[in-house]
């Protein structure tokens, strides 16, 4: 973290254009406390120097002091979207003290706030280390504020990890603010391009029998659904006859590319009719050679059978997620732009995961509830953050580089502060500590207040 975040607190840190900016600076303890006088000078980031370009940076000058609570207070506004910096300096003197930044959008971005989160991850239920519960508690302490458990052809892990903190089908638990959203892995027959289902309210592995959900727990709709309402599965024989039909109009010229494409259309419908985001994965996942050929994955891109393509995720090598970046660019210029997210496709949550936190998804969203997410990201309101290195690379629409870079420096250091304990308290919760649901009652609201205090940005 920034050494400014220790000293200083600036609230908000996000506007909008065009309307009244209010900012208070308080320092943070009697070595952080500001002269009696001084003078504050706010400039745009995205502009030259003033003094290789004289005039060009558009810079404010304000004269202020200290309130009598020690806080500088400052009324300006903000005309571009971008990064601004406020800069400090003692009365008399050229040289800033002090500098902090601020962040300005434009109007649709009104009511729309970062999550940070995972698409995509598994659990003990299939070839992960622990258990959904612990995997999701230790996610929240990494700063997650969304997750999904995806286990390997198996949806009820997602609804035993929803029932370990209380989460009900309205998205809310009485425990945390924290979202641990339903999901599976697809893998069907005939079809050998992994799936992610986030989000649907039914499983769409068990939508054929037999199945690894059905022989786990059995093939009632209360542990292959949401809320106990799902299609009748099929058999396998009817499920490959059915593919088999559909995969006469694929033009592709191996069939088994044809029956994996038709499958993989197939998945995508159903996930749609469960109301969930269907995402596409690493299709740069070496396995010797690639999981998939770079012919079938162009044709599978050209055609979309996904809501997001995942951009980042799982390993750390550079062919997994190096040329997955650059052939979404290369795609963005021949006119293919799907939404992107990044996942850990994370097998294990400890430190003894050493891709346990490779890349992760930021979401702007009115809401973190799964409906939300879901529409945010099918709007194109989403990026894929790689923290494979400390040196973080953001992928995805460059206006939304440029803020998640900003939010990556300047607010999600101290959202991780909050979350870090929280992910704490939820572990010794998920296994067996009573003391800890105090604990957890006392911090519920502190996301929501933190985003309340730091983004003024309502619609």
């Known amino acids: 973290m920034k050494q400014e975040l220790y000293d200083f607190d600036i609230f908000p840190k996000v506007f909008l254009t065009g309307r009244p900016a209010h900012i208070t600076v308080k320092p943070l303890g009697v070595h952080a406390a500001f002269p009696a006088a001084l003078n504050i000078r706010i400039r745009e980031s995205a502009v030259a120097?003033?003094?290789?370009?004289?005039?060009?940076?558009?810079?404010r000058d304000y004269a202020v002091s200290p309130s009598d609570d020690g806080c500088v207070r400052i009324d300006t506004d903000f005309k571009n979207e971008g990064m601004y910096h406020?800069?400090?300096?003692?009365?008399?003197?050229?040289?800033?003290?002090?500098?902090?930044?601020?962040?300005?959008?434009?109007?649709?971005?009104?009511?729309?706030?970062?999550?940070?989160?995972?698409?995509?991850?598994?659990?003990?239920?299939?070839?992960?280390?622990?258990?959904?519960?612990?995997?999701?508690?230790?996610?929240?302490?990494?700063?997650?504020?969304?997750?999904?458990?995806?286990?390997?052809?198996?949806?009820?892990?997602?609804?035993?990890?929803?029932?370990a903190f209380g989460i009900g089908k309205d998205d809310r638990s009485p425990l945390t603010d924290y979202r641990i959203v339903t999901g599976e892995e697809?893998?069907?027959?005939?079809?050998?391009?992994?799936?992610?289902n986030f989000g649907g309210k039914?499983?769409?592995?068990?939508?054929?029998?037999?199945?690894?959900?059905?022989?786990?727990?059995?093939?009632?709709p209360e542990v292959r659904s949401l809320d106990g309402v799902c299609p009748e599965p099929m058999t396998d024989v009817e499920f490959r006859a059915m593919i088999a039909e559909r995969a006469k109009d694929v033009p592709l010229p191996?069939?088994?590319?044809?029956?994996?494409?038709?499958?993989?259309?197939?998945?995508?419908?159903?996930?749609?009719?469960?109301?969930?985001?269907?995402?596409?994965?690493?299709?740069?996942?070496?396995?010797?050679?690639?999981?998939?050929?770079?012919?079938?994955?162009?044709?599978?891109?050209?055609?979309?059978?996904?809501?997001?393509?995942?951009?980042?995720?799982?390993?750390?090598?550079?062919q997994h997620n190096g040329f997955q970046t650059a052939f979404y660019y290369e795609e963005r210029v021949r006119g293919f732009d799907p939404p992107v997210v990044g996942s850990t496709d994370?097998?294990?949550?400890?430190?003894?995961?050493?891709?346990?936190?490779?890349?992760?998804?930021l979401i702007f969203s009115p809401e973190n509830r799964t409906d939300a997410l879901i529409d945010s990201v099918k709007k194109k309101y989403s990026v894929a953050l790689d923290t494979i290195s400390a040196e973080y690379r953001v992928?995805?629409?460059?206006?939304?580089?440029?803020?998640?870079?900003?939010?990556?420096?300047?607010?999600?250091?101290?959202?991780?502060?909050?979350t870090s304990a929280e992910g704490t308290y939820l572990k010794r919760y998920a296994c067996g500590d009573a003391s800890a649901e105090k604990v957890l009652l006392s911090m519920k609201g502190q996301i929501p207040a933190m985003l309340e205090k730091y983004f003024d940005i309502k619609k």
């Open 186 to 196: 697809i893998h069907l027959p005939q079809n050998d391009a992994h799936y992610v």
């Open 49 to 59: 120097e003033d003094g290789r370009y004289p005039g060009s940076n558009g810079s």
């Open 395 to 418: 992928v995805g629409d460059f206006r939304w580089v440029k803020y998640a870079a900003f939010l990556e420096d300047e607010y999600f250091p101290l959202h991780d502060l909050l």
């Open 346 to 361: 994370s097998h294990g949550s400890t430190e003894y995961n050493r891709n346990r936190l490779v890349c992760s998804t």
């Open 86 to 163: 406020i800069q400090f300096f003692r009365e008399g003197e050229k040289k800033r003290f002090l500098e902090l930044r601020v962040y300005a959008l434009a109007a649709d971005m009104a009511g729309r706030y970062p999550f940070k989160g995972d698409l995509h991850m598994h659990t003990c239920r299939s070839d992960g280390r622990e258990g959904p519960a612990v995997v999701a508690a230790n996610y929240r302490r990494h700063g997650y504020d969304f997750t999904v458990i995806s286990d390997h052809r198996r949806y009820y892990p997602s609804l035993e990890a929803r029932a």
């Open 202 to 220: 039914w499983s769409i592995n068990a939508l054929v029998e037999p199945n690894k959900n059905c022989d786990d727990r059995g093939n009632s």
């Open 254 to 318: 191996l069939e088994s590319e044809r029956l994996s494409f038709a499958a993989l259309e197939w998945e995508h419908e159903q996930v749609a009719k469960a109301g969930g985001l269907g995402i596409f994965p690493h299709p740069y996942w070496l396995c010797s050679t690639m999981q998939i050929s770079e012919k079938f994955l162009r044709f599978v891109y050209e055609r979309q059978p996904f809501d997001a393509f995942e951009v980042l995720g799982g390993e750390s090598y550079f």
